[in-house]
């Protein structure tokens, strides 16, 4: 009875890496334009949704071959070309010790609530500057701070859109009770960027642990560890 039962989960998990495998791969075709003699190798599984593979290639209308490059998928969200710290990251079974390894950030594990708080803020505020971006195709000042998220800046007139209640229902403070720290770089007619940092439980620049310094930059690798620690 137990044989049986194993058969049966590891049936249903090649089916499921295979699907996995196949919706990747079509991805990556319906990215190309008119491909020609298209190949796939190495197309590996790992936990949260990511499939990281190579793929060759001939692609008419740009007369370019390309030979075996990697690539991959995030929850069918295509990455090609691939950079290399996020094939580092992603095309693993342990993504928690990579951003470990390389950030000093971690360890990102159920009894870790302080990042898990730090992920959540970072999601929510990001969520809500991108909104703001939306609504005046500007982020709000450094002078305005998060705050232009909460309550209407005074910049802002009348027939400006501005949501009840604003953008978020209130700024959080980090796991320390320190304001995250928010910085903005905007010009000409093209989108700015932004980026809402913690420094830690020291509140000092550098560190590692629960004094690391941990921003915006890395919240896509942060996002993807709270779904792979949901499935766990």
Same mark, same amino acid.
């Given at each position: 009875?137990?044989?049986?039962?194993?058969?049966?989960? &590891?049936?249903?998990? $090649?089916?499921?890496?295979?699907?996995? #495998?196949?919706? =990747?791969?079509?991805?990556? /075709?319906? !990215?190309?334009?008119?491909?020609?003699?298209?190949?796939?190798?190495?197309?590996?599984?790992?936990?949260?949704?990511?499939?990281?593979?190579?793929?060759?290639?001939?692609?008419?209308?740009?007369?370019?071959?390309?030979?075996?490059?990697?690539?991959?998928? &995030?929850?069918?969200? $295509?990455?090609?070309?691939?950079?290399? #710290?996020?094939? =580092?990251?992603?095309?693993? /079974?342990? !993504?928690?010790?990579?951003?470990?390894?390389?950030?000093?950030?971690?360890?990102?594990?159920?009894?870790?609530?302080e990042l898990a708080q730090i992920t959540a803020d970072?999601?929510?505020?990001?969520?809500?500057?991108?909104?703001?971006?939306?609504?005046?195709?500007?982020?709000?000042?450094?002078?305005?701070?998060?705050?232009?998220?909460?309550?209407?800046?005074?910049?802002?007139?009348?027939?400006?859109?501005?949501?009840?209640?604003?953008?978020?229902?209130?700024?959080?403070?980090?796991?320390?009770?320190?304001?995250?720290?928010?910085?903005?770089?905007?010009?000409g007619r093209t989108k700015g960027n932004f980026t809402?940092?913690?420094?830690?439980?020291?509140?000092?620049?550098?560190?590692?642990?629960?004094?690391?310094?941990?921003s915006t930059l890395l919240l896509p690798y942060l996002?993807?560890?709270?779904?792979?620690?949901?499935?766990?």
């Amino acid at each position: 009875m137990l044989r049986s039962v194993l058969s049966l989960f &590891v049936a249903l998990l $090649l089916a499921a890496c295979s699907s996995e #495998k196949n919706e =990747a791969t079509r991805i990556l /075709e319906e !990215s190309l334009i008119n491909p020609r003699d298209l190949e796939f190798r190495d197309l590996e599984t790992y936990p949260g949704g990511v499939v990281c593979g190579e793929f060759s290639a001939y692609t008419p209308a740009t007369r370019m071959k390309t030979d075996f490059a990697p690539f991959m998928t &995030v929850r069918q969200k $295509l990455y090609n070309p691939a950079r290399k #710290k996020d094939l =580092a990251f992603y095309c693993t /079974e342990n !993504s928690a010790q990579v951003l470990l390894e390389t950030t000093g950030i971690g360890p990102y594990d159920a009894n870790n609530t302080e990042l898990a708080q730090i992920t959540a803020d970072l999601d929510a505020l990001d969520i809500a500057l991108e909104a703001y971006y939306i609504d005046h195709y500007f982020y709000p000042t450094a002078e305005q701070g998060l705050g232009a998220l909460v309550a209407r800046p005074e910049e802002l007139d009348a027939t400006q859109p501005y949501p009840e209640g604003g953008y978020i229902e209130s700024v959080p403070s980090d796991p320390w009770g320190r304001s995250y720290l928010y910085e903005e770089e905007q010009w000409g007619r093209t989108k700015g960027n932004f980026t809402v940092t913690t420094l830690g439980a020291d509140g000092v620049a550098g560190g590692g642990g629960k004094d690391a310094d941990i921003s915006t930059l890395l919240l896509p690798y942060l996002r993807h560890l709270a779904v792979v620690l949901e499935k766990d």
